[in-house]
């Protein structure tokens, strides 16, 4: 260990309530908290951590990944219900003891025992260093650090906590999931909501037809707009709503109409052009003869005579 300060992950396993205790029972409860540490730390390699004996029970500082140490930390909780964890991340040393020789210290094991000391309500607690040490290489996994507060230790330094609660991120995580398929069946029903508001404006839009059937010819003008010439034009398709329709001939009088074109309506427009009829010639009437003056007195005194009767 160097005598220059490393960082370090430091994880301090307390026993509650350990002094006061028998001292046969103090002895039965490290080596309880030894086999379970043991077991803990399996899957870290020896050469990347170090086991140290504290009053109330051990210390573990390790390099390399956090993630170990919070594992270590969640297996020997499981198997000591009775023991209070803390979890830091801060620089550690190794310097000379009057009666040891040498003895490792520093901030990190310092601040780590204080984090367990807190550790009442919580079985693993971690420090802020800690947590973000995690996050730098593992940011799904430092959700599982929830806040617990800030803390005060006896040197009146101040602590921002995070507990150790992986079944609430899992929980979170389910939500997650939850919002994003609830998400993905809004989308989807917003996709058929759509599409029906589509298939809606596309069936209200959808143009009409008029059949055409005209003789001997015409042209037809819809909207004062010419279309073609009828014959040949036999079908036209125009958008719904009103329209005025005019068929020409240049040697016949134009006929004019209105139509109403509902959305996909077909409509037939038949129509032949009539040639006007030849005025009739005129009949021609045998001259009168001058009436003489004796018919024409005879004629008066006739009317004389039926006035009488």
């Keep these: 260990m160097s005598a220059i300060p490393v960082p370090a992950s430091v994880l301090f396993l307390r026993m509650r309530a350990f002094h006061g205790q028998p001292v046969t029972e ?35 500082v390790g390099r390399g990944d956090p993630w170990q140490a919070l594992q270590a930390a969640r297996e020997a909780a499981a198997s000591c219900e009775d023991v209070a964890i803390g979890l830091h991340y801060g620089p550690i040393k190794a310097e000379a003891d009057t009666l040891a020789g040498a003895r490792v210290a520093g901030e990190g094991l310092e601040t780590a025992g204080a984090v367990a000391g807190f550790a009442t309500q919580h079985p693993i607690l971690a420090s802020l260093p800690f947590r973000q040490a995690l996050a730098a290489r593992w940011p799904q996994r430092a959700k599982t650090l929830r806040p617990a507060g800030d803390f005060v230790d006896e040197r009146l330094r101040s ?11 899992r929980r979170r995580a389910l939500w ?10 809004l989308i989807v029903a917003a996709g058929f909501a759509g599409r029906w508001q589509r298939e809606e404006m596309e069936a209200a839009s959808r143009p009409g037809t008029i059949a055409l059937e005209i003789h001997p010819q015409g042209e037809i003008y819809v909207d004062g707009e010419l279309k073609g010439v009828s014959p040949p034009l036999a079908r036209l398709s125009i958008p719904p709503g009103p329209h005025s329709i005019e068929l020409r001939n240049e040697h016949m009088k134009p006929v004019v109409m209105d139509v109403q074109l509902a959305p996909g309506e077909e409509l037939e427009l038949k129509h032949t052009f009539e040639a006007p009829k030849p005025a009739p010639a005129p009949k021609r009437v045998a001259p009168r003869q001058p009436q003489s003056t004796q018919a024409k007195a005879i004629d008066k005194v006739k009317g004389w005579l039926d006035k009488l009767k």
């Design 26 to 60: 103090q002895a039965q409860r490290r080596e309880r908290l030894l086999a379970a540490v043991k077991q803990a730390l399996a899957p870290w390699q020896p050469e990347e951590r170090v086991v140290l004996e504290a009053p109330d029970g051990l210390a573990v």
């Design 159 to 169: 602590h921002a906590l995070y507990a150790f609660e992986p079944g609430r991120a």
């Design 176 to 185: 997650g999931h939850l919002f994003a398929a609830v998400g993905v069946a």
